[in-house]
């Protein structure tokens, strides 16, 4: 049996302002010199590298994961309350069907609220969830940040309701850098992916 190897699910490249330093035009050496057969470009609420990453890396014999991590508004503010900062889940294309889904969500992020930041809402996401796989973005993803929040309720129910859409193409995510927020989230975010029988990524 081959060992298993490492595939990296959330990239961040040059495309990701403040977040990436990894320059598309070496990205296939260093996937390859990691050893990895796959690897997915989850730029922040863009798909700018969309073209150029997929045609470098498959040319270096690397599958490229069509992917994009997307600021998601989850606990909507109540009328007079301060707008609350959106969180980040990563979506992943497991077919074309997907892949065009992730371009209607990139739509939604800049046209559907030219007002504010970035963001798509869970409706829009239940809207163009076809084809694609969702992992909830660890700590600082919305089910992690009302964890930490103590407000369990509401991560059980925002857990339900992705699960709800996305079945069996929803993962707990979890992130083991050594941060002590990751620790701290990690026991209920177990607790609630065994709850509700959704997969741990």
Do not use: W
Request: negative net charge.
């Amino acid at each position: 049996m081959p060992e298993p190897r490492f595939v990296h699910l959330r990239l961040h490249t040059e495309y990701s302002l403040l977040e990436g330093a990894v320059r598309l035009r070496t990205l296939p050496r260093l996937v390859a010199d990691a050893g990895m057969p796959a690897v997915a470009v989850t730029e922040t609420n863009n798909m700018f590298s969309a073209l150029e990453g997929a045609t470098g890396l498959a040319g270096a014999g690397i599958q490229p994961i069509m992917g994009c991590q997307v600021d998601l508004m989850h606990d909507p503010a109540e009328p007079g309350q301060r707008p609350r900062a959106p969180a980040p889940v990563v979506l992943l294309a497991k077919d074309e069907a997907g892949y065009g889904n992730l371009m209607k969500l990139n739509t939604c992020l800049y046209l559907a609220r030219p007002e504010m930041a970035p963001q798509v809402t869970v409706e829009e996401l239940a809207a163009h969830s076809g084809g694609l796989i969702c992992l909830t973005g660890g700590p600082d993803g919305a089910i992690g940040r009302l964890v930490a929040a103590g407000q369990e309720a509401k991560a059980e129910a925002l857990l339900g309701r992705l699960h709800g859409f996305f079945d069996d193409r929803l993962y707990v995510e979890l992130q083991r850098h050594g941060v002590k927020a990751e620790a701290v989230v990690e026991p209920k975010l177990l607790e609630l992916a065994y709850d509700a029988g959704v997969g741990i990524e």
